[in-house]
């Protein structure tokens, strides 16, 4: 099995999870910026993060193979404080050309908040003048509709993007054709109590076929599983999925939109559509 994890925290992962990662196949892993567990109190904290997310963490998974990207924001969480997104976004603009960051992510809405609307806004801009990719997270279930729809809104009103070239993450059944119709990549995120199960991802791809479309763990700090990808690509086997099916969802998939980054470095076999 080969595969790539799109999405996942490593800074708040052992090394021992790189080192299973790559043991079940994965090639490649993407860390968008994210929540740290806590609100971070000044620039400062972005900026080592920032460092941390270009500088070493590409060493760590490199000891074992892996390719190692990342995605640059100030998350929807913080967001809050308007005079700290305006700092971190003034920063971001320094990191951008680094040979691992991909573009602007993970962007989005928390609680559907003003502020947060604001930011998503500015970071729309900013890559749009950057001419970057973007990865959007939705929120969580009780506001998840409203959030994905909102997002949506506000991406279209940037006319200078490309809906091909923003992934929403973390749609599930009642967000994923919202998603799809409109022209945007979509990512479904595997977690053990929330989001999506393996069994109700495969159940979306069955209904909504696998183009545009990707899974991923988003393993961070809470409860989550490093090695969803691969396990629910097992549940795929179970269900009679081909091979090449699950190939596409798992590995081509996410290479055909990363690649649209100068930066993403890894293609396609020839011959593989």
């Not at 567990?37 to 000891?63: I, M, N």
């Not at 506001?143 to 909102?150: A, E, F, H, I, S």
Request: glycine share 6%.
């Amino acid at each position: 099995m080969r595969y790539i994890e799109p999405h996942g925290h490593m800074v708040s992962r052992t090394t021992d999870d790189y080192q299973d990662m790559a043991t079940a196949g994965c090639v490649a892993v993407c860390e968008p910026a994210f929540w740290a567990g806590f609100d971070r109190s000044s620039v400062h904290g972005f900026y080592d993060y920032f460092r941390q997310l270009t500088e070493f963490e590409p060493k760590r998974a490199a000891k074992f193979g892996l390719q190692h990207y990342t995605w640059l924001c100030i998350n929807p969480k913080e967001s809050e404080d308007l005079k700290l997104a305006d700092e971190v976004l003034g920063i971001i603009p320094k990191f951008i050309d680094e040979p691992t960051v991909l573009g602007i992510g993970e962007i989005g809405l928390n609680k559907n908040s003003r502020n947060e609307i604001k930011v998503l806004e500015k970071h729309v801009e900013l890559a749009a003048r950057l001419d970057q990719l973007i990865l959007v997270h939705t929120p969580h279930l009780e506001d998840k509709l409203k959030g994905t729809k909102l997002i949506l809104d506000v991406i279209r009103n940037e006319k200078r993007i490309r809906p091909e070239r923003v992934i929403i993450d973390h749609v599930e059944e009642h967000t994923v054709r919202f998603v799809l119709e409109a022209g945007f990549w979509a990512g479904m995120t595997l977690y053990p109590e929330s989001k999506c199960t393996p069994a109700r991802a495969i159940d979306i791809l069955e209904i909504y076929g696998t183009e545009r479309i990707w899974m991923n763990s988003a393993c961070d700090w809470g409860v989550s599983v490093p090695l969803a990808v691969p396990r629910t690509a097992l549940e795929m086997r179970k269900r009679e999925h081909s091979a090449e099916w699950i190939d596409k969802v798992i590995y081509q998939n996410p290479i055909r939109f990363m690649s649209q980054s100068p930066k993403f470095k890894i293609r396609l076999e020839p011959g593989k559509s």
